[in-house]
């Protein structure tokens, strides 16, 4: 019998990057790609009828984890069963993730963070993403003759947030000490642990890239090659450093000696991070920004990061009837795209640092607002072109995402990235860890809301959510993956509201993805003949057939699909776990 094409999971990167492909990556993707008829429009199991699923949710009474690594599950439930609160499993969770998912997130990478808090009745964002260094300028890329930041090396390179978050998360919702929480992984990362296939294989992919940055082949290979699926590896030189901030708090990594050596580092090897841009860095709490879809507050963070557009997604397509429509349908699959190529217009036009160039973002999630940009869609035909917004109409942002609960009620949505997997390949001696990249999101174009300047930050991808319903807390979620995660957030709530689905159900249906609409990256190309559209195996060929017809171009792509975890509260008391099949996740309580 010949299989129908396996999707596999895709890590925080442009569209641009080759999509992996490859049958032996995650059996649970192989299952589904099996079970899943390529000409049934409903996501249904092809014997039973029902919607389609690679196992089932997961309930639990007390407390619960999702993540994309089994042990950081079981490391956030040990966490919270000795005595911490959603916040410590979280960071303990992170923190783990960057040893042994390196491909996705590390100390070297950006955090952001929703934290529902049972006390007060009350969601809290944190925004722990880092600035430009500040000796670094647009006249020095100009005058390399550079017109995009490069993707690795010294120069895409951004003062690191993901500890101070840790530390401000911790500081206001932590029950256990931070040393406390940073034990785990110091044991895994000196006595070794078994690598997954799937980390496994996109290390492969970022050897050959990277080894030629100083430090990386040292500190993130075994004889020059990436660890394969089942071999232990061992990080003494990231137990160590998480040892020093143990044992020295945040200020050990942004004041201490580390700061020092990563000052260094850069100096002699032609880059612009100092000591001072790490010692002078905060992150800051924020409000999280809602739209109501059909009775649901869905919750995201306000720009530099890329979450309202999520919101706007959901706000064009709430004035039409999907649920007649039906999941897979003609309708379903045009409606979200059209809406996607409107919000990303308003994306790679206004969303930016704020501190620099704030967004209209209460105009741009305005129900009236939306209603205006549907106006555009026309049933018949796909969208060619997009304008964004204009201000006369405004006037009045590889990744792991993880998600835990507690027994008190706290949840916490977290999502944490080093970018392009494992980032820009600058690992200072000694760390541990390697610097992402994400400045590489920068535009080196004057004028432009997201232009490179020194101390900014840069449009950021990574985005955590959460769904309220009358004041209280329903779904914490998210779906890694570059451009994928608005997509995707609007997607998982569509299965969930519009469609029906149950939790994991919602992350197993087939994914759309749109690609090729403006970037507020890069030279920011405005989308032409209006992009292409990635279905994953699932959709009826009917269906394809007549999205060709309504001008939309049709690609087979494995892989940009995101990955999923999220928790949800379950009404007969406890809650809900689910996790992404696509990759090595695992949803797990107690």
Known sequence: MRLPPVHVPCVDVPRRTPRPRSLSLCGLALAAALLASPTVASAADRVTGAPFATRSEVYAPHAIAATSHPLATQIALDTMRAGGSAVDAAIAANAVLGLMEPTGSGIGGDLFAIVWDPKTQKLHGYNGSGRSPRSLSLAEFQRRGLTEIPAHGPLPVTVPGAVDAWFALHQRFGRRSMAQNLAPTIAYARDGHPVH????????????RLSKWPGFAEQFTIDGRAPRTGETWRNPNLANTLQAIADGGRDAFYQGDIA?????????????LSYDDLA????????????????FDVWELPPNGQGIAALQILNILEGFDLKAHGFGSVEHLHLFTEAKKLAFADRARWYADPAFDPAPVARLISKDYAARRRALISMDSALREVQPATPAQLDEGDTIYLTVADADGMMVSLIQSNYRGMGSGMAPPGLGFIFQDRGEQFVLQEGHPNAFEPGKRPFHTIIPAFVTREGKPWLSFGVMGGAMQPQGHAQILMNLIDFGMNLQEAGDAPRIQHDGSTEPAGQATPMRQGGELDLETGFDYAVVRELMRRGHSVRFADGPYGGYQAIMVNPQGGWIGASESRKDGHAAGY
């Open 197 to 208: 296939e799937t980390i496994a294989y996109y290390w492969d992919r970022s050897v050959p």
């Open 260 to 272: 020092r050596t990563v000052d260094a580092y850069f100096k002699a090897n032609d880059g612009y």
């Open 280 to 295: 002078s860095h905060r992150g800051e709490w924020v409000e999280p920004v809602s739209t109501n879809y059909r009775g």
